[in-house]
């Protein structure tokens, strides 16, 4: 809900405040502050509404989801770049359903932005690889499909790779 740099500036008076409490030798009210503080600094690199975004997407609620990140006004200047990244990654799994094209755009900049997580790398790449074998380019759909091979470190995206594995073959 608040820019980035100013949830950094609320930590910050937080911060500067429970500190005083320490000072004046009012030692919970300090601790309870300075948790208090910790809420704001981890929104600053979990933007609350991608949060609540992949919640919904969770429940397969998709326009719920749409919901959520149309609230993000301008995701360039209120995101850090990963989260920039994530929400891209959302937008691409909601168009994979509607538009390929549009799906394919947010997939590459979210790759391109960045995710944190091993497993959204690859199943980003995974969705990818199935647009390309969509449309007939099986070179890069080989490729896109090693890379998240690779990345699938827990085995939680085997099923899907072999299945895609096979379907080239038919190509």
């Given at each position: 809900?608040?820019?980035?740099?100013?949830?950094?500036?609320?930590?910050?008076?937080?911060?500067?405040?429970?500190?005083?409490?320490?000072?004046?030798?009012?030692?919970?009210?300090?601790?309870?502050?300075?948790?208090?503080?910790?809420?704001?600094?981890?929104?600053?690199?979990?933007?609350?509404?991608?949060?609540?975004?992949?919640?919904?997407?969770?429940?397969?609620d998709m326009?719920?989801?749409?919901?959520?990140?149309?609230?993000?006004?301008?995701?360039?200047?209120?995101?850090?770049?990963?989260?920039?990244?994530?929400?891209?990654y959302l937008?691409?799994?909601?168009?994979?359903?509607?538009?390929?094209?549009?799906?394919?755009?947010?997939?590459?900049?979210?790759?391109?932005?960045?995710?944190?997580?091993?497993?959204?790398?690859?199943?980003?790449?995974?969705?990818?690889?199935?647009?390309?074998?969509?449309?007939?380019?099986?070179?890069?759909?080989?490729?896109?499909?090693?890379?998240?091979?690779?990345?699938?470190?827990?085995?939680?995206?085997t099923d899907?790779?072999?299945?895609?594995?096979?379907?080239?073959?038919?190509?």
């Amino acid at each position: 809900m608040f820019n980035k740099n100013i949830k950094l500036i609320i930590a910050g008076l937080i911060i500067s405040y429970g500190i005083y409490q320490f000072i004046e030798g009012y030692i919970g009210n300090g601790i309870a502050l300075i948790l208090l503080s910790t809420v704001f600094i981890f929104l600053y690199f979990r933007n609350e509404l991608i949060l609540m975004a992949f919640l919904r997407m969770r429940k397969q609620d998709m326009e719920g989801t749409q919901k959520w990140l149309s609230k993000i006004k301008n995701p360039e200047s209120a995101l850090i770049k990963k989260q920039q990244g994530y929400y891209n990654y959302l937008h691409g799994i909601i168009f994979s359903q509607k538009n390929l094209t549009q799906a394919e755009k947010y997939f590459k900049k979210a790759l391109k932005l960045g995710l944190t997580m091993d497993y959204d790398l690859a199943m980003a790449k995974l969705s990818l690889a199935g647009i390309s074998m969509q449309k007939r380019r099986k070179r890069e759909a080989t490729q896109l499909l090693q890379e998240a091979k690779k990345l699938d470190k827990n085995n939680m995206l085997t099923d899907q790779i072999k299945m895609m594995q096979q379907q080239m073959k038919k190509i």
